[in-house]
């Protein structure tokens, strides 16, 4: 199950600007970060991509991301 592939490999998903500047602000290494290429990025964004610390972003389609965020549409 997900769980158990989650703490056998250390890895989850943090979505959200909170949890994302608290992931970073505690040192975790962020290995993707996902973004719309379909909206405008804010400027606390284009910081955190400009920043490279995570190992690679991927532009991904507004359907795309719609499948996989449980954010709502929002903006923070």
């Not at 970073?24 to 405008?40: C, E, L, S, T, V």
Request: glycine share 2%; proline share 4%; aromatic share 10%.
């Amino acid at each position: 199950n997900s769980r158990q592939s989650r703490h056998r490999y250390q890895e989850f998903i943090v979505e959200g600007r909170i949890a994302i500047q608290e992931a970073y602000q505690n040192g975790w290494k962020i290995k993707a970060i996902f973004y719309n290429k379909d909206r405008p990025l804010s400027k606390w964004a284009k910081s955190i991509l400009a920043q490279k610390r995570h190992k690679v972003a991927y532009e991904i389609s507004n359907p795309l991301m719609d499948k996989i965020s449980d954010k709502s549409d929002i903006p923070e």
